[in-house]
């Protein structure tokens, strides 16, 4: 039995190299459909979407396996082409028209049809795209054809998104410290002491990020620094909160003698292929840590970590800034479009981080 609905696609134009989007920007594209005969058209739609989603199961012996999610509807908009009502759709949605400024017709013609569509992305704050261990932040386009008596067909399409940020903000460029003392006992005698600062919190995915580091190594042992920068993914569903870790950047500093007292400054690059930090969605949070600790032989190791806030880099954008909600945890001390069958992986690529050894 032959299909009469022989394609339904959707196709989205970028706006720059990187298939990018940001708040303020215009997501235009057409939708795509081939009938092999006179169809006759219930309702046609196109929908744009963000959404975040957590899962994850834990398992309690004897009580068996539970398990946990949750979403959050970061923004909804839809768009019709064909709808039963006139002028305006449903909850306020636009009824589209083609160029002559006509509504489209509810029978089409054998062949195939173009419609054409226009979103702009809210100029309100939302969390980036984002693929995690237990959760995902996606934003999407689909498009959905329904005729009387048929299962409606559907057609869908991700693209990424990253917040602007705004550096501006004055907890971003406020300066961080942090310091500790470590007395040493069983096969060490003496102390240790160190003090680390950066100069803000808030940096841009590429950036270097300079660390002072004050240490006053009083004991009978050598020590090191060690630095390790690491994101930190929070899951929120029923209460509970499923954490997962991991480490972006390692680094070994060079020894520091018994009895000696000094002062270095070590460079980290930020990695331009991370996600920008989460801290304004209800499920789940990207967070960034550097953490600075001394390497000590038979000795818990001391440890300062200090919050680190990435933005996305930046770009000429005709945007207006978006202010980002600063908050985290407690611490201590123009290409072609690109169209439905493009991969998810290549779409989410940007925000797949990579572990690093530096």
Not at 191 to 199: D, L, Q, R, Y
Not at 238 to 264: C, F, H, N
Request: proline fraction near 4%.
């Amino acid at each position: 039995m032959a299909f009469t609905v022989k394609k339904l696609s959707i196709t989205i134009d970028p706006v720059n190299d990187s298939n990018t989007f940001t708040n303020g920007d215009c997501l235009s594209g057409r939708v795509t459909l081939k009938v092999s005969k006179e169809t006759h058209i219930q309702c046609f739609s196109i929908k744009a979407k963000g959404k975040a989603s957590v899962l994850w199961s834990e398992h309690y012996g004897k009580y068996g396996t539970v398990v946990y999610h949750d979403k959050e509807t970061v923004f909804k908009s839809v768009q019709y082409f064909v709808q039963e009502k006139k002028n305006k759709g449903q909850d306020g949605s636009l009824l589209l028209t083609n160029e002559a400024g006509q509504t489209y017709s509810k029978i089409v013609a054998p062949g195939i049809h173009v419609y054409p569509f226009t979103f702009q992305i809210p100029l309100i704050d939302m969390p980036a795209s984002f693929k995690g261990y237990h959760g995902n932040v996606d934003y999407f386009l689909e498009a959905k054809l329904s005729r009387s008596m048929r299962i409606s067909r559907k057609a869908s399409i991700y693209f990424n998104y990253v917040p602007e940020g705004d550096m501006s903000i004055p907890d971003l460029m406020m300066p961080q410290c942090g310091n500790t003392e470590k007395k040493m006992k069983f096969f060490s005698s003496g102390s240790v002491a160190m003090n680390i600062s950066t100069e803000r919190m808030g940096y841009r995915l590429g950036e270097v990020l300079k660390v002072r580091i004050d240490i006053e190594n009083n004991s009978s042992q050598t020590v090191k620094p060690k630095f390790c920068f690491y994101q930190k993914q929070s899951f929120f569903a029923s209460k509970k909160r499923k954490l997962a870790i991991k480490k972006l950047l390692k680094y070994k500093g060079s020894a520091i003698e018994r009895s000696t007292k000094t002062t270095m400054t070590e460079v980290l690059y930020i990695p331009e292929d991370t996600c920008v930090s989460i801290l304004n969605c209800k499920v789940l949070k990207v967070e960034y840590r550097l953490k600075v600790c001394l390497d000590v032989k038979f000795a818990s190791n001391p440890e300062i970590k200090l919050p680190v806030v990435l933005l996305c880099q930046k770009e000429t954008s005709a945007a207006a800034p978006v202010d980002m909600h600063i908050g985290f945890d407690s611490w201590t001390s123009s290409q072609a479009g690109w169209n439905s069958s493009a991969d998810y992986s290549t779409v989410h690529g940007r925000n797949q981080s990579l572990n690093r050894v530096q």
